[in-house]
């Protein structure tokens, strides 16, 4: 388990949830002008875009190993993987309860929840199709859903969890989804070497 573990940078992955949680603390309410391709723009806070760096270094590290080696290992890497990305959700939104604690801005619960949604949605997309691509498309995801989320009236769309805000049932409901979809999937399928080099 050492090898397994040591690829997957855990030390890296913990200073990253410890700069989002403490930019989002400083900076998060901050505004960032995104355009919007529906005609309507809401508030797109920094908050909603750091959040996905904890996933990006999950998924850097998961890019690091032998996916060949770990398909045939006889060690149960996709429980072992499973449990790494539930730990990971965890771990930021402990990090970011924490923060809530001390500070009660509401950007920390915004960033628990949303670090934990990328996390899932990263896990889930790595199982389907790789670590790299699961990188790339989760670290666009904040910018597809800024451009896209927002209805008319300047209000986040019931479907934009990363834009919801603090308060919102049905975002953290989207991202407990994503969480148990993800682990669900990592546990039962290896990653598909197929689609890495």
Known sequence: ??????????AAFLTAVLITTAFAGLAGNAELPIPSLTGSTGN???GHLITVLPAAVLMYAASRTDLRMEGVAARP?????????????????????????LTRQDIAVVTGRNAAGYIGFAMLLCALAG????????????????????APDGRAR???????????GPAAIAVLTL???GAAV?????TPARYER
């Open 44 to 46: 797109f806070l920094v």
């Open 131 to 150: 670590p790299r691509i699961a990188s790339f498309t989760t670290a666009a995801l904040p910018i597809v859903v800024a451009t896209t989320g927002w």
């Open 186 to 190: 990592t546990l039962t399928r290896s």
């Open 158 to 168: 019931l479907w934009a969890w990363v834009l919801q805000p603090a308060q919102s």
């Open 179 to 181: 969480l148990a979809a």
């Open 1 to 10: 388990m050492n090898w397994w573990l040591k690829t997957r940078a855990p």
């Open 77 to 101: 890497i996709p429980a072992w993987n499973t449990l790494l990305g539930l730990m990971a959700a965890l771990t930021a939104a402990s990090a970011a309860a924490i923060a809530y604690a």
